[in-house]
Every structure is written in C-alpha cells, then in structure tokens.
C-alpha cells in the first residue's frame, strides 16, 4: 500500500515516534517539550474514527509521565516498548529487569571525563548522550563507550546495542518498537494496516515489522539506509503530513503539494536485487563488525583472510544481525562506506536466539565437536530450530544471489545450509569451512542425527578443516555410518586446509607506538607468563592454572621470579556451564595466589575481560612464554599471533597443546598434554630455562609456517580447492 492510501482504509494503525519526529532533538531529553500545536494535531488524529494510536518513545517513562493526560484518545510506549500506558495505568513489558547498576557506573565514569555527556538510566537500558560534547572530544567518547559496551553484552546475553543519534544505549531485547507495535496492532481489529513514522534506529525495529499493507516513513533530511519506503525531511513535514491525514480521512480533500514526502528507493532501503547479484556470497552466522563507529576497525582473521576476495569479486557476506524480531528474516543490504564487503544481515525471529543458537549450536554442536560428550544435550525442539534456520539462510542466500553464485558457509552453525540450497536447485559451488575440530565416530554417533548431518555434508563440493587429525574423524564417520560410497566422496571432498592470521599486522602492532610500559612496571624484572583464551570449558584453562601451581610447587626457585597473567574474554555468559567455569576459575587463582603469594608478588593476575589487538600484540612480545594449552581447539589463532609477535633475536618460547589444530604445523613449539599437570610443569620450567640459540631455532621454523599458512593463503588455498572440486 502507498501512503495516498491510508485515508481509505476503514481501520488503521499509527505508531508515532516522539523526539525528531513529532518535536526537534533537544540538547538532552529533558529539554524536549511537546508543544501546544503538537498535542493537539495528534489528538486530532487519534480521534479520528478507526484509528489506533500511540507514541512510542525511546524516553524513560518519568520523561512522559505528562504524555496520558495530553493524549487522552492515544497509547504511549516508552523506553521503546518496555512501559505501556493505557486509559492512564502503566505497565511494565519486559518480564525480567535487568542488572544495570555495573553499566551505569561504568557510564558514568567515562561521561565524568567528558563535559557535556549525559548517562540516561532507563528501567531496561542505559543511554549515553554526547550531544553537548565538545566536537574534538567526540571520538574519544564514542570509541569509550563502544569498548564498555561491546565488553559488556559479552557476558549479557539478553541485551543489545543500540547506536542512536550522538548516542549509544544498550537495552533489553524485549524492549523494541517493534514489540511496541504489535501491542498496539493487539488493540486494533485483526489485519488492520499500519503506519509507523520515526527518525531514529530504534525506529528501523518498528519499520522492520511492516507488511506489505503497511507504510513506514522515516524522518530524515537526507537519504540514509532504512526499512521505511518514504520520508519527510523534518518534524515540521511530519506536522503537515498528520495534518493532512486527519483532513483527508474526514474527507476534506487537502491538497499533498506542499507535503514534502518522498520514496526512499531500494538501494536506500537495502533491498536485496538493488546491486547486481553477488558472483561469491560468503556466509556465517554473525557478521563482522566492519563499520567502524569512531575507533579503528577492528579485522579479525577471518575478515582480513577475504577481504581481498571481496576486492576482486564484488562479493557479499550474508549472516544474521545479532537481533531478535518478528516476523524476522528479511534481509537487508548494507553497502559499507569503507569495505569491499557488501554485507546482507536478517533477524531471528523471536526464540530463535534460545533455541537455535544458545541452544543446539551451544549446548549440543559445540561440545559434541570439541569431544565433552559428558556436556552435550539433545533436545529434539532444538533440532527442529536448528533445521528451520538453517532453511532460512538457504533462502537468504537464493534471494540475494543467483543459483550459479559461489557461496562459501563458515562452521558448524550452517552444516545443513547446502543440502538446502541443492534443494532449492542451486548449482554453483558450495563450499563449506568447519572451524572446530570434529571428533572421534563413537563420540559424533551420540547425536541422534548424526548420519543426517553428514548426508548434508556431502552436498558440499568442498569441505575444509583445520588439520588432518579432524579429517580423518570426519572421514571415518561418514564411511562408518554411510557406506563405502559416501566414505570415497568423503575422501575427495574433505581437506584440511588450515586457517591463518595477518603476520605483518600482528608484528607492526607489537612493535608499534609506546611498549605496555604498565605491564612492565607490574612484572618488576620478572619473566612472563601469559595465556589468551575465550573463557570456554574446551580451552582448559583450571587445567592451566593447575599446572602453573604445580610448576611452583615442584621448581620453588621460580617463585617470586615468575609472573602468570591470564586474559579470559568474557563469552556466553547465558549459558550455565560458562558461568560455573568463571566461578572456577576465579576459586582457582584465589587459591594459588593465597597459597603462593607474597607482600610484593601476586603469581597469577587473572583479567576478565577483551584487549585490542595491539594490546595483545604488545603482551605477547613481553611474555617469555606463551601457555597455549586447550583440551581441543579447532586450531587455535593465539599460538600464531605470539609467534608473530616475538623480537626475532630473542624470541619467546611457545608450549602448545597437542589437542590444538596448530601443533601439527607448530611442532617446533613445546607440545604438551594439557590434561597431565605434572608434565604441563616441566614444560613450563623447561621453556624458562630454554637457551637463546633452542628458542631462536624453533621460532624461526615456526615463523616460516605463520607467514606460510597466512590468512590470505587460507582464502587462496580454499578457493583453488573449491574451483578444482566444482
């Protein structure tokens, strides 16, 4: 439906954002005031017979309190939905509130830096304004308060970021417009249409949420990305539009001239078909943060490994947007003002989050791979999301690409993604990269789907691995549970081709600017240990930490001389057996710095949180050991970024798990048993006691590997693989 339309629909639904919608942004939310004018023009229109009405604001409900008494005929929704207000009684929508007050602080202190910012506390969010920050300080605020945020929702799994107008709030997932209006469809009659009118990103949850019948307009002096088929430049435009609608539906025949309204096209939009069908559509679970938001673009060895592919191919990356909506799944294409990358994203639809993600990938897929059965459950409502998803990218990737496209699926999220696109009838090449490791036939039969999976999986003219420990689990499962047939397919199909990281970057940002002069001033001439991990059950991190007691224990001379500094990001905190991990852990360096520790050294420094790359870079080039020691990992990108990080004269030493994808290329680093302590110790006092020529020897074999099995050599390698198989 067009927007000429709406004064002839009997019934009608409108939603009205307030702040740069129906009055101009104030310098803070208190500062906007809904005139006389503005009230009564809604009014008018809320009266209007067959209409359904509401504000819906992002302002925290005290901010709006005033809004019932003014708009008597409308609903108000604040703080995007979380509060309703109906014939004058509030409610609250969000079932659970969540635990804000570390945010807040965390907020606060950064915005007491900064004259000017202002912190909203809101019932389900927290908001960060830096409107009336000065211009020279605004990067500085805004990469501030990225870093706090994106270190936050790592362990917060039931919130999400919201990048607003010179501001960053970070809510509840439940508390969005989009939510927000289907509440108010609730109170309309069934198939009602809708009208939603808003200028912000919050606005695009409402727009996102609109049918064919419905009309979104956003609010907006120049042309942006957005969900809305039309837009008006500006509070004032938007006046005359309600206007105009409250006469035409009284059928008073107002002229539309002077209205200003003008279609947003579909490139605007981001509709898929806009550009030329992409001829290499890579596809992954969540997409990489490439729109840097103030700060330097943080590339992860995956992004810098395709980025040149991209460059030659005019590639997209396909892959969900990190939130939740219903209905969910339509896509939506970004262009990248800086990037090569075209990026298509979509929503999961409402319990998808729980049962596809957290669930089947998390608590089945993921410890079935790394091999803890004792951890894996099946539940068979989670295959089912599993399978519905995976049907949805297939879909996603037809509507954005044609059937000869080359599309590339990454890991274990999207293992049926082929079958489903050969159903659909595609015939261009289909790779698919497996990322984790796959373990052993006896431990993969425990899935009750199991021979399905790998039926799947031969759909694929390629599929990658890590090494060939991995292939040859995956080769023996397909032949066991298939036939010989399968089995032979398996062979030509299957590769290891292992995945690397940008070298040359790591070791400019080792070396580059001011050395981590703090972490030197800490170590006071001692030597450093140090691990990096996700803090994951498979990277065997007590077990690390239990061997570094061990070490003291048994080699009493490195007391005092010896400090272990463990960074463990925060991930996936929703999940039960991650949260009793940290609670482990935690226990454990309580323990051995209680047991060990003196006025003047602390043995273990355990930092619970996420470093930029340079960072790490400058941590890894101090560090005289690196304790790389997962129980399984896939590969493991640690061992290769310390390796690029070493001062080549005097390079540290490596002590490698030998259920890490890595060690069958690094064999020159100290392989060891993770799950033998005592050896684990020997190890670590073998590789502080190391000679100069040993360590310079073995990292020199290990350097030819890292800067050999480059990120750019993994795509290059993977891509000749999939062409000679296709």
Known sequence: MDWESLPNCPQLVVALDLDGTLIPHAPTPADARVDGDTAAIVEAL?????????????RKRELVEDLPARFPSARIAAEHGAWRCENGVWELAVPAVPPLDELDRALTSLAAMHPGALVERKTCSVCLHWRLVAT?????IESATDAIAEEWLETHKDMERLP???ALEIRHHDAHKGRALAWLRSRAIAGTPALAVGDDTSDEDMFASLGADDVGIVVAREARRTEARYRLPDPSAVHRFVHWLVDARARRHPSVQELAIAPTGPIARGLPGAPATPPLVVVSNRLPNLEPTGRTKEVGGLVS???PMFSETSGMWLGWSGLERDPGLRVRVQHGERDAIVRAEFDYPTSWRKRFYAGFCNQSLWPLLHDFVGRVRYVDDEWACYGDANRAYAAAISQISAPDAEVWVQDFHLALVG??????????????????????RDSWETMPWSDEVLAALLDYDLVGVQCERWRDNLVASVHGALGRDAGARAEQRVRAIPVGIDPDR??????????RR???????????ILGVDRLDYSKGIPERLEAFARMLELFPAWRGKVSFIQISVPTRSDVADYAEMRSRVESLVGRINGAYGEADWTPVRYLYRSYDQETLAKLYRAAAVALVTPLRDGLNLVAKEYVAAQDGNDPGVLVLSKF?????????ALVTNPYHVDGVAADLDRALRMARDERVRRWTAMRDVVWTDSATAWAQRFRAALHDAG
């Open 46 to 58: 809320a009266q209007s017979p067959g209409v359904t009405l509401a504000i819906v604001t992002g």
């Open 506 to 515: 790591i070791a400019s940002s080792a070396t580059a600017g001011n050395a």
């Open 164 to 166: 607003c107008v010179e």
């Open 419 to 440: 079958r489903e696109l050969r159903r659909g009838g595609h015939h261009g090449r289909l790779g698919f990269y497996l990322h984790v490791p796959f373990p052993p």
């Open 305 to 307: 490994a395709l980025l």
């Open 518 to 528: 703090d972490v030197y001033d800490m170590l006071n001439g001692r030597r450093l």
């Open 660 to 668: 890490a994808g890595a060690a069958e290329r690094l064999g020159d």
């Open 136 to 140: 020279t300080e605004r990067e500085a």
